[in-house]
């Protein structure tokens, strides 16, 4: 459902501003950025903060063209509702076969944060620990379904610098009215993708409308065009009521941990019940490992990459569990995703790490499994059927319960 790629974190301007917030840093670089500009920017970043409410809401339309067929336009819903000091509402929307549909909604109260995914299947998380606003932060799912609108951008506490250090050019083009709104336009050059920006008016400038047109060439000199519109709504210091950030669920609806993770790993627990994919990997020593004559004995794999961090705070924990692994007869394998043996080499060297690697350089064996973040662990029951494929933390909760659990040969 989601392709793999960093997501931007999203800081919504939930809390009120300290008394010792740092003030504006002057633009010293030397870029083609109107002086204009920046002052817009940073009067908008005071009204936002300064605000005791706000809401905005996004309509973003979608024409992509690639090799010159037309894909159909895609329509979505964005709306934001903040009332200091913690409570937020974020809801989501998108036209889908014709009809308006609920995508997301995330509503934190002051003490918990909810977050629903509302199309199928509709799974929810619930936050309960402290400071709930902020972690919709590290609620991935927001950022991701926000992605493309601008609000990812225009709610981070640090607006101003982040558009400031993202933009390489930004020019003023011309005073001109948006829904009877007196806005200042300016063209943005952003991460190759050319941005019209129409700001407004004098006494709230915020952002009111956006073009983005990213041109990609192709092969065959051909090319991929996606044109996006966003047109925005908002409201400053108006009331909004309690109910905005109540959290209803709809009738049926799962909990799960996460979110994001649930729907992301939706093709692997499709996995889980049924015989595990054929698959032959190297062994690092240059040996061969195949899972279908490891048959009749437990298998864990653990799947990681130098490149993660979390991945590297499992490995050091797993060499611990290994004198475990071994008594039960379990046969667990580490498995390096995307890179090569001299890599592998490096980053156990440099650890000082002695564990069993199978190279899974091109991608295969993980993406046979549905896996796309890492670390992921994999657990095989001696008969050959996939038991669990779940996220892993250096606590190793998967490794530890499937050593617990599983039959030893």
Same mark, same amino acid.
């Given at each position: 459902?989601?392709?793999?790629?960093?997501?931007?974190?999203?800081?919504?301007?939930?809390?009120?501003?300290?008394?010792?917030?740092?003030?504006?840093?002057?633009?010293?670089?030397?870029?083609?950025?109107?002086?204009?500009?920046?002052?817009?920017?940073?009067?908008?970043?005071?009204?936002?903060?300064?605000?005791?409410?706000?809401?905005?809401?996004?309509?973003?339309?979608?024409?992509?063209?690639?090799?010159?067929?037309?894909?159909?336009?895609?329509?979505?819903?964005?709306?934001?509702?903040?009332?200091?000091?913690?409570?937020?509402?974020?809801?989501?929307?998108?036209?889908?076969?014709?009809?308006?549909?609920?995508?997301?909604?995330?509503?934190?109260?002051?003490?918990?944060?909810?977050?629903?995914?509302?199309?199928?299947?509709?799974?929810?998380?619930?936050?309960?620990?402290?400071?709930?606003?902020?972690?919709?932060?590290?609620?991935?799912?927001?950022?991701?379904?926000?992605?493309?609108?601008?609000?990812?951008?225009?709610?981070?506490?640090?607006?101003?610098?982040?558009?400031?250090?993202?933009?390489?050019?930004?020019?003023?083009?011309?005073?001109?009215?948006?829904?009877?709104?007196?806005?200042?336009?300016?063209?943005?050059?952003?991460?190759?993708?050319?941005?019209?920006?129409?700001?407004?008016?004098?006494?709230?400038?915020?952002?009111?409308?956006?073009?983005?047109?990213?041109?990609?060439?192709?092969?065959?000199?051909?090319?991929?065009?996606?044109?996006?519109?966003? %047109?925005?709504?908002? $409201?400053?210091?108006?009331?909004? /009521? *309690?109910?905005?950030? &109540? +959290?209803?669920?709809? =009738?049926?609806?799962?909990?799960?941990?996460?979110?994001?993770?649930?729907?992301?790993?939706?093709?692997?627990?499709?996995?889980?019940?049924?015989?595990?994919?054929?698959?032959?990997?190297?062994?690092?020593?240059?040996?061969?490992?195949?899972?279908?004559?490891?048959?009749?004995?437990?298998?864990?794999?653990?799947?990681?990459?130098?490149?993660?961090?979390?991945?590297?705070?499992?490995?050091?924990?797993?060499?611990?569990?290994?004198?475990?692994?071994?008594?039960?007869?379990?046969?667990?394998?580490?498995?390096?995703?995307?890179?090569?043996?001299?890599?592998?080499?490096?980053?156990?060297?440099?650890?000082?790490?002695?564990?069993?690697?199978?190279?899974?350089?091109?991608?295969?064996?993980?993406?046979?499994?549905?896996? %796309?973040?890492?670390? $992921?662990?994999?657990?095989?029951? /001696? *008969?050959?059927?996939? &038991? +669990?494929?779940?996220? =892993?933390?250096?606590?190793?909760?998967?490794?530890?319960?499937?050593?617990?659990?599983?039959?030893?040969?």
């Amino acid at each position: 459902m989601f392709s793999y790629f960093a997501v931007l974190g999203l800081v919504v301007l939930a809390q009120a501003p300290k008394a010792d917030d740092a003030p504006f840093k002057p633009l010293t670089e030397t870029r083609r950025i109107d002086p204009r500009f920046d002052e817009l920017l940073m009067a908008s970043q005071t009204v936002m903060k300064s605000a005791k409410t706000f809401r905005v809401a996004v309509e973003m339309t979608t024409k992509s063209t690639v090799a010159g067929a037309v894909a159909p336009d895609t329509v979505v819903t964005h709306k934001i509702a903040v009332r200091r000091p913690d409570s937020v509402a974020i809801e989501s929307e998108a036209v889908i076969d014709d009809v308006r549909k609920p995508v997301l909604r995330a509503v934190c109260d002051g003490q918990s944060l909810t977050t629903l995914y509302d199309l199928e299947p509709k799974v929810y998380s619930r936050y309960e620990g402290p400071n709930p606003a902020g972690q919709i932060a590290r609620t991935l799912i927001i950022p991701r379904i926000l992605e493309g609108s601008g609000l990812e951008i225009l709610t981070r506490h640090d607006m101003r610098d982040h558009i400031l250090r993202e933009t390489s050019q930004a020019k003023f083009v011309g005073a001109e009215e948006v829904d009877g709104i007196a806005t200042e336009r300016f063209q943005v050059d952003w991460h190759g993708a050319v941005l019209d920006l129409w700001i407004g008016p004098k006494d709230q400038p915020l952002e009111r409308k956006m073009t983005s047109t990213r041109v990609t060439p192709l092969s065959g000199g051909k090319e991929s065009r996606v044109v996006r519109e966003a %047109r925005y709504t908002w $409201t400053i210091d108006q009331p909004i /009521p *309690d109910q905005t950030f &109540r +959290a209803e669920l709809p =009738e049926g609806a799962k909990r799960v941990e996460d979110v994001f993770e649930a729907l992301f790993y939706q093709e692997s627990a499709e996995l889980v019940g049924k015989p595990a994919p054929a698959t032959a990997l190297k062994v690092l020593d240059g040996s061969q490992v195949n899972l279908a004559s490891l048959k009749g004995k437990p298998v864990i794999l653990v799947f990681w990459a130098s490149w993660s961090s979390d991945s590297m705070s499992v490995l050091a924990p797993l060499a611990e569990l290994e004198p475990q692994w071994k008594e039960r007869g379990v046969a667990l394998y580490t498995v390096s995703v995307g890179e090569d043996a001299e890599d592998v080499r490096k980053a156990l060297d440099s650890s000082k790490l002695r564990l069993p690697v199978l190279l899974d350089s091109k991608d295969l064996t993980a993406a046979s499994f549905g896996i %796309r973040r890492l670390p $992921t662990t994999v657990v095989i029951g /001696p *008969d050959g059927v996939v &038991r +669990a494929i779940r996220r =892993e933390t250096s606590e190793l909760p998967v490794v530890r319960e499937a050593i617990k659990e599983l039959p030893a040969n």
